[in-house]
């Protein structure tokens, strides 16, 4: 199997073609092309069929949905590259969240408790150093396994997704990963660095 | 009735081969597959996650009902287990992986095509346990070569004597990580290799090279890699003596008076109407545990177990947690395309191999394999502590760096109390009782693993690398998807269920291909010399069937 791919946080815890114009179509695949985000990339990715950024929320309230872009936008924030927020990490949340309600609406409960719990700690607000230093706080058992913190599992859930979400996004893994498989390509770029070959 | 010269039920790696092999021969073959109908010019394509709606990880919940493994890329080609249950005591979990869609397991291998050695074809003659196989090295090369030869296998020679050469295309390069391990391994004395894989580094029998996408195990758009439907069934389909039944799930081997299988009965898979069709040969061909489960089910007792020895002898091969990290020569360095060919790099067995296996505190061996580089999902992410510009710059540094050692497969002892037999109160969908599985690990099975892990975090500081995540846990049995045995082969028909040409000690015409025949796990990955051992088998069928001895 491969570890190319991720799952759920919650499932986790749970448990012939041929000839000269077809090897034409792979050279011209493996041109250069520049990402909407002006980063020269070898790699031909198709953009995001969806639009996002028209998606309305289905599962978070409007209150609610604001503060999860706020503390995925503090997670993984836009610096001198696209953050969460960019990517629509937030959006794209409330449609898993959304589609959890048919096999596993117990994703739904965690979502609903962690939401809970950033309200009562009045997130939204808070400045971005308190932000800041609240996520500190309360991901310490990240950091030191000794440590216990009752917003750890909130953390953790919310983080776990986010980070799924924004490097499986088109932002994620083209424009900031700068991920150059999945491609077509005549020859395996193998490596060229004589360095590697001894340790 | 619809008669035919054989049928063959199940169309995976052996099903397949022997399905070309059978109609060049002139036979008219009935091939019967319990899963649907596959086109991969037309089912197989690129799928990056974001087009996918939920990333690769499926709707929330909805992949419970696969067995793991199975993504939101992939889970069409993979089973539902829903449907086809099968059951453990609650405290021996088995792991059973399978596919039912045409050209089955080939669709989503991993593509390791290694040969067996005589340290593993007459292990019991050099350790004492268990039994050799009815057959060596020298029987089997020839069709090594064959198989080889058609299905293209990219690799290079290493020229040792546990882990024998063959019939190569180019191999494909190692990526940087795979570079630095194979340094490492030199230093300290492991043997080394690009892993042999079954994927095209050139034009080949009409099948165009890997483009190098590194989209394997979710279908193979171009046929570049072996499975059934890019590689043996479109030459099956060319003689015009195959008649392909999709969507067909056999329940039973049909018997005449005579003692000779006539033919087999099936259940379509979306009307449930009971079909039989008749033969005068009948080859199972749809996976250990299935061809198993079928000769359970179609007799009392099980068919052709006069030995009592049918469904005994269950193994798969010992996996278990990697030993995972990062590189640091590699931090912070352009990314380059490192998961375009999905192979590794290869360790090959080198324990036990001397004059006095045993003296490691285990017999039998392993093999292992080691890779990294930027991947499509960056694995390592989840479990980096922090967050903010940080944490992101910290994950744009480790991408290219991220490296992985892994237990390609080690020996699992043959053992009569690992078995299989039918389960009298659940069926599948289709009214076919299940297998209940029963297995266990051995103390070697343990200390074995346990060697691996130790040698393992050795490679990997060899390579000057940082462990990150190294808590050793053997993952239950099943887990390698490389499960074998259960009606093995032997000389003696009292001891074993089939000889050494897969052909049933009790009905000669009836022949069982796959990884059952299996006295021994081995360390290698096994679908080659299934296939091997199916080309050789239907040499002998065929041979029979010209003398008449087959009517």
Known sequence: MTRRNAGWAILKAASAAGGAAFFAHWLKAVQPVTSAHGHESHVQAPPDPHNWEAYKPQFFSAEDFHMLDLVTATLIPSDDTPGAHDACVAHFIDFVVYAAAEYAPDMQAQWRRAMAYLRGEQFVTMSEE?????????????????????????????????????????IGLVDVLKYQGLAYLTEFPGCSHPEHEKV | MQKFDVIIAGSGACGGWA????????????????????????????????????RGAGQPGYLRRYHRGATEYNYRIMIDDA?????????????????????????????????????????????????????????????????ERFIGVSAAPANLPQFPDGVFLAPMPLNCAETIFSAAAQKIGFPATPRRVAQLTRTWNNRPPCHYCGNCVNGCDVGAMFSTVSTTLPPALKTGNVTLLCDSVVSHVL??????????????????????????????????????????????????????????????????????????????????????????????????IGPKPGSSGFIRGYAMSASGGAALFPAFASGLAGFGSSYKK??????????????????????????????????????????????????????????????????FRAARGEIVDAKPYLSPPGSLIHEVGTSRMGNDAKTSVLNSFCQTHDIPNLFVFGGGCFVTTGDKHPTLTMMALTARGCDLLVDLARKGDMA
């Not at chain 2, 268990?130 to 090295?137: A, K, L, N, R, V």
């Not at chain 2, 061809?291 to 278990?320: E, F, H, P, W």
């Not at chain 2, 009569?416 to 029963?438: Q, Y």
Request: hydrophobic residues 35%; proline residues 6%.
């Open chain 2, 394 to 459: 910290q994950v744009n540094l480790l991408y290219p760096a991220a490296a992985r050692v892994w237990l390609s497969g080690g020996e699992m002892l043959p053992r009569k109390d690992n078995f299989v037999e039918l389960d009298a109160n659940v069926r599948d969908k289709w009214g076919i009782p299940v297998l209940k599985i029963t297995c266990t690990h051995c103390d070697n099975d343990r200390r074995l693993y346990n060697d691996f892990f130790a040698r393992a975090q050795e490679l």
């Open chain 2, 83 to 147: 449907d086809n249950p099968y059951t453990t005591p609650p405290d021996k979990p088995f792991r059973w992986l399978r596919s039912r869609v045409l050209g089955g397991r080939t669709l989503h291998w991993s593509r390791a095509s290694d040969r067996f050695s005589d340290l593993e074809f007459k292990a019991a003659s050099r350790d004492g346990y268990g039994e050799d196989w009815p057959i060596s090295y020298a029987d089997i090369a020839p069709y090594y070569d064959r198989v």
């Open chain 2, 255 to 352: 018997m005449n008076k005579e003692n000779r299988a006539s033919g087999v009965r099936y259940v379509e898979r979306y009307t449930n109407r009971s079909v039989e069709i008749g033969a005068s040969v009948v080859v199972l061909a749809g996976s250990s545990l299935e061809n198993t489960r079928l000769l359970l089910n179609s007799a009392n007792g099980g068919l052709a177990n006069s030995s009592g020895v049918l469904g005994k002898y269950l193994m798969d091969q010992i996996g278990g947690a990697d030993v995972t990290g990062f590189l640091p020569p590699l931090k912070d360095t352009p990314i380059r395309n490192d998961d375009g060919k999905a192979g590794g790099l290869y360790i090959p067995n080198f324990t036990n």
């Open chain 1, 130 to 170: 308190q932000r800041v230093a609240l996520l500190e706080r309360i991901s310490e058992p990240e950091r030191d396994a000794s440590k216990r913190n009752p917003g750890y599992k909130h953390y953790a859930l919310i983080k776990d997704m986010t980070v799924h979400a924004f490097y499986t996004s088109r």
């Open chain 2, 19 to 54: 399905c070309m092999a059978l109609a060049q021969n002139g036979f008219k073959v009935a091939l019967v597959e319990a899963g649907s109908h596959i086109e991969p010019f037309r089912d197989f394509h690129h799928q990056w996650p974001y087009q996918l709606p939920f």
